[in-house]
T-cell receptor, first 113, second 112 residues
Framework: DGGITQSPKYLFRKEGQNVTLSCEQN?????MYWYRQDPGQGLRLIYY???????QKGDIAEGYSVSREKKESFPLTVTSAQKNPTAFYLC????????????FGQGTRLTVV | GQQLNQSPQSMFIQEGEDVSMNCTSS?????WLWYKQDPGEGPVLLIA?????ELTSNGRLTAQFGITRKDSFLNISASIPSDVGIYFC????????????FGKGTHLIIQP
């Protein structure tokens, strides 16, 4: 089945540790995105990538880093510099074009203790 | 970054009632999307709108892309229990792969 896979579903980390969230897609989409969701809030864009080896900062990139070495994969690292990392993280992908929609993975809930 | 103005924030309705929610923006969008999210899951795309004035249906759901390109609405007719969840509007400005801008969501609750 084609889709977007995020892993793990739940992640616990100690404060001050970096943590990497995985996102893989087999939809052959060029563009991939990372969003953060807090309770009662909409989704806010962290980073996005339109093509392999290229990515752009979104609205809340501070404290996060990404890489795009393969078309299928777009991992997100939450660094110790992120002041409030506990959140629900969502990965999405889309084709590149004038009329495109984004499809989402199932999310990773990160809790920092 | 900008978020879309989505209303209402929550709705308490009886099963069988119709539902209406909308999103507005101070700037123009070229694409409007409506998603539904269940607790602990990723958003699922319901309807995509690409042209100003476009009216699109998906079963009991109907959405419209506003003529000004600054607003959109979603209607759900004859609500059923599985309609419960959070509905998000999202807009895309460009024609490339820039990210979506989201509303804060409308929480739909169906009372027995």
């Amino acid at each position: 089945d084609g889709g977007i896979t995020q892993s793990p579903k739940y992640l616990f980390r100690k404060e001050g540790q970096n943590v990497t969230l995985s996102c893989e897609q087999n939809l052959n989409h060029d563009a991939m995105y990372w969003y953060r969701q807090d309770p009662g809030q909409g989704l806010r864009l962290i980073y996005y990538s339109q093509i392999v080896n290229d990515f752009q900062k979104g609205d809340i990139a501070e404290g996060y880093s990404v890489s795009r070495e393969k078309k299928e994969s777009f991992p997100l690292t939450v660094t110790s510099a992120q002041k409030n990392p506990t959140a629900f993280y969502l990965c999405a992908s889309s084709i590149v074009g004038a009329a495109t929609e984004a499809f989402f993975g199932q999310g990773t809930r990160l809790t920092v203790v | 970054g900008q978020q879309l103005n989505q209303s209402p924030q929550s709705m308490f309705i009886q099963e069988g009632e119709d539902v209406s929610m909308n999103c507005t923006s101070s700037s123009i969008f070229n694409t409007w999307l409506w998603y539904k999210q269940d607790p602990g899951e990723g958003p699922v795309l319901l309807i995509a709108l690409y042209k100003a004035g476009e009216l699109t249906s998906n079963g009991r759901l109907t959405a419209q892309f506003g003529i000004t390109r600054k607003d959109s609405f979603l209607n759900i007719s004859a609500s059923i229990p599985s309609d419960v969840g959070i509905y998000f509007c999202a807009g895309r400005r460009g024609g490339g792969a820039d990210g979506l801008t989201f509303g804060k969501g409308t929480h739909l609750i169906i009372q027995p």
